[in-house]
């Protein structure tokens, strides 16, 4: 069974166009191999299995009748539960939504439904997005595949475990702050934050509008790749959403191929409290691609000190107003002891929202509120985050892409990370790349000697994601990390 | 005892008349059974996002024109938030500091003397005009209170206008020239008791020949434009009771009772909301070329004063035809295009349209109406063509109504057509003239009205087929020749 899951998609992509297993077949692997091993990880939130398996059945037909959707026709696929399936729940790990089913699809489910995958569970996260690791999901802990006792980091927590545990090949998650490259590195599999706009926003439960991203979690290279090139495009649902031609990116990477790019290293990503193992790999990693005959260019980013104030000032804020349309109202959790409207929105929200959920409204709340300074501290961030921005911007002037480790540390043990403003420090490396709108990837760069997975983070410039994928499958043909799987 | 001055600023929000709502392509129509014009967007499930609607943006455009703003060229979106059951999201979006409309004036007709009298026309200045999406709709039951969400999203304008107006009826009249204007660009149909015009007010008063302004008090809930002039009397004199009696008015919001004719306090000024208004990040701000800008002015009918205007300075119509034509878009695009066909007899067509036309559709829609201006215009030929009587053509006009066949066609089956047989008349004048000898002895006298008589008696033989100017003509012919 090991031999199919931990698969490529060109792998799965070829035993399909090969008769070598039906889409019911592959997928009934997949559910095997969930069913054997979520008592151990816990990445599902929920499944259902006869709906996938029609989907599934739907596809092999499609494939008899020769009318197949696309190369990914009945390739499974999981999802975060924060993207809209019509008929299913979507929680958002919340008990606020607990019982909560949509009754529309995301546009990027439509997407998938277009290409004929399937679609195969609701994944864990941390509750609304906020938080790294699932400790903050109402529902259960999800954990790390490599060492049982660690956390997998989020909030695309299910996303990333699921996929490294071989549950699914391939899975959605969210990036708010670095929400899938952060499990992605922890987890040791590739993730994927396309540029701002880059794919709609629609029927994914917003937690902080202008930074929020949906991306892809998958074991290579090419596999995230092949489903970013069938999310993108400009939607007349999002009018955040980008009117930019969507590139082939697998044809892009080909014809990059044996390219010599320019990379960008900066100081400000190895300073104090970067764990040493990391940074040895990543070290390594830059000499790899000297090697290649890149060219590694030292770049100042003056203002990535001020990534994590500014990312939390906005992230909350505008968590702060996405988030009130819980109340209980119209659907939802609402509090039996409510009396009156205001005890509807009260105890709902008090009884259904979790407590990391209900600290960053409350810090919204604060910079949102007028009184001396009108949303001084809203827009004061504002204006640091164009700043940040630019430096990037100025970087870019001379090099490619980035480079940077994803996480300053490898997974911490559950319960470890017990203040908040430990939580919020782990996103260090990452939130930096929401803030300035830029696509970032993370792919697996290395183990500590305790076994535990090393993420390399590439950054690169807006709408180039094509440059990052070819930089990142160059470092992935020279190593075998992507074949490395964990014995669960 | 003080003269006191009142200062009245007010805030309306007109809903506009758009395909479908603000932010998602829901239609919407007043009086559907609740909760039908709904989508994912409009109930703000998990998920979903606005996506403007243009169509809205161009009707604000073309409001602002109408009243003379500075139309920007970049304006934004910024979420006001509040808990509130008819919000779906608990924000609106709305726009705070970047208006769409900055500045203009709305031009008022203060009542005259007398109805045939012109009154006074002087412009209240406006702070501005905005866009905003409604809310649902709260009916409050004994136990319950059921929301209605069809309204939710659909395209409002708040207009402001400044602190510049000083009695209830010039509130009144402003509110009846929003009315009259934004119907005539087709804005919005500003029924207030649908909904599609709503008023608060903010009331403050002064002693006369100061400044500065007073405190001022917010008047919610004026339902309809003679509740708003009521609400407004009564705050002016409650304010002026409260400083006369050493009290202090305090900044606050009074809801106003139509069927009580009072005001009670709703909250104080400590209660104050905190919107914590911020960008929204859903949606980019909105950037207009001058083309689009000038397209929205370019298409702008002719307005309701300047209309009015031309009417009684042009066609010499008197101003209580103009009364009735102007304000209605309808009957002045009526009167323009017969007016178009047959340019000989405004006044004519003007009575034809302001009296019998209002009079036989009183209480239909005109959309049932059958006349058009080719035919009214061919009526008023014939009338003046002498081919069709002044009393006939009343009769043919109701049948034209109810029927929808020409003039010609309705004088041709009827045989309505005049004679103009002139030595026939002229010896059915004679004749009458020698059958009743005492009018015609009454008029040589200088009782010029006993002449009436004699018209009538002609009319009657006539059957009404020969037109009254050649029998007042040849009447007096007769009359003066005998002598």
Known sequence: MDDVIFQSLDTLINGLNAKQFSSVELTQLYIQRTKAVEPKIGAFLSFDEDKTLKEAQASDKRRAEGASLSELDGIPIGLKDIFAEKGQPLTCASRILEHFISPYDATLVQHLREAGMVLWGRLNMDEFAMGSSSEHSAFKMTHNPWDLTRIPGGSSSGSAAAVAAGEVPVALGTDTGGSIRQPAALCGVVGIKPSYGRVSRYGMVAFASSLDQAGILARRVSGVARILSILCGADPKDATSARKPIPNFLADMQANKGKQWSLGVSDAYFQEGLNPEIRQSVEQAIEFYKNLGYRIVPIQLKTLDYAIPVYYVIASAEASSNLARFDGIRYGYRSPKAQTIDQVFEYSRGEGLGPEVKRRILLGLHVLSSGKYDAYYYDKAQKVRRLIYNDFMDAFKQVDAILAPTTPVPANKQGEKDTPLAMYLSDIYTVSVNLAGLPGMSIPCGFTQDGLPIGLQLIGKPFEESTLLSIAEAFEAGHDYSNCYPLL | ?483
Not at chain 2, 178 to 186: A, C, D, K, T
Request: proline share 5%; hydrophobic share 35%.
């Open chain 2, 1 to 483: 005892m003080t003269q006191y001055e009142a200062v009245i600023g007010l805030e309306v929000h007109v809903q506009l008349k758009t395909k479908t709502k603000l932010f998602t392509r829901v239609p919407y129509h007043y009086g559907e059974a609740p909760n039908t014009l709904l989508n994912e967007v409009v109930l703000g499930l998990p998920g979903t996002l606005p996506v403007l609607n243009k169509g809205a943006i161009l009707k604000a455009v073309a409001a602002g024109h109408v009243f003379g703003c500075k139309i920007a060229h970049q304006c934004k979106w910024d979420r006001k938030n509040y808990f509130y059951p008819d919000a779906p999201k608990n924000y609106q979006i709305s726009q705070l500091d970047q208006p769409l409309c900055a500045g203009g004036q709305v031009e008022i007709e203060l009542a005259g003397p007398a109805r045939n009298i012109q009154g006074e026309h002087r412009k209240v200045a406006l702070n501005r005009i905005h866009l905003e999406e409604d809310v649902g709709k709260l009916t409050h039951g004994a136990n319950e209170t059921c929301i209605d969400f069809n309204r939710a999203g659909t395209p409002l304008i708040e207009i402001v206008s400044e602190p510049d107006m000083h009695s209830p009826e010039e509130a009144f009249a402003y509110l009846k020239s929003l009315e009259m204007h934004l119907r005539y660009i087709g804005a919005s149909d500003c029924d207030m008791e649908k909904g599609q015009m709503r008023c608060d007010a903010n009331v403050s008063i002064r002693p006369v020949g100061s400044t500065q302004l007073g405190t001022k008090v917010e008047l919610k809930n004026l339902n309809s434009i003679s509740g708003v002039c009521s609400g407004i009397r009564y705050e002016i004199q409650r304010q002026i009771e409260v400083l006369e009696s050493n009290g202090h008015i305090e900044q606050e919001t009074r809801r106003w009772d139509a069927e009580k004719l009072v005001s009670t306090s709703m909250r104080s000024k400590e209660d104050a909301h905190d919107y914590r208004y911020f960008t929204d990040p859903d949606l980019f701000p909105i950037t207009l070329s001058d083309e689009v800008i000038q397209a929205q002015r370019d298409q702008l009918p002719e307005l309701p004063f300047a209309k009015q205007e031309r009417y009684q300075q042009e066609l010499k119509l008197p101003y209580t035809l103009t009364s009735v034509l102007c304000p209605d878009c309808f009957l002045s695009n009526f009167f323009d295009q017969t007016h178009a066909l047959y340019p000989k007899n405004p006044l004519a067509i003007a009575n034809w349209i302001a009296n019998d036309l209002l009079r036989e559709m009183a209480g239909k829609p005109w959309s049932e109406l059958k006349l058009t201006p080719p035919m009214l215009a061919e009526l008023v030929q014939l009338i003046d063509g002498q081919v069709l009587s002044k009393q006939n053509a009343k009769d043919v006009f109701v049948e034209m109504i109810q029927s929808g066949l020409s003039a010609k066609q309705i004088v041709q089956d009827k045989g309505l057509e005049m004679k103009v047989d002139i030595e026939a008349l002229k010896a059915v004048c004679q004749e009458v003239i020698n059958a009743f000898p005492q009018p015609v002895a009454e008029y040589r006298s200088g009782k010029e009205k006993a002449i009436n008589v004699l018209k009538g008696q002609i009319m009657k033989r006539t059957q009404g087929k020969a037109p009254i100017d050649l029998i007042n003509q040849l009447l007096i012919e007769c009359l003066n020749n005998k002598s």
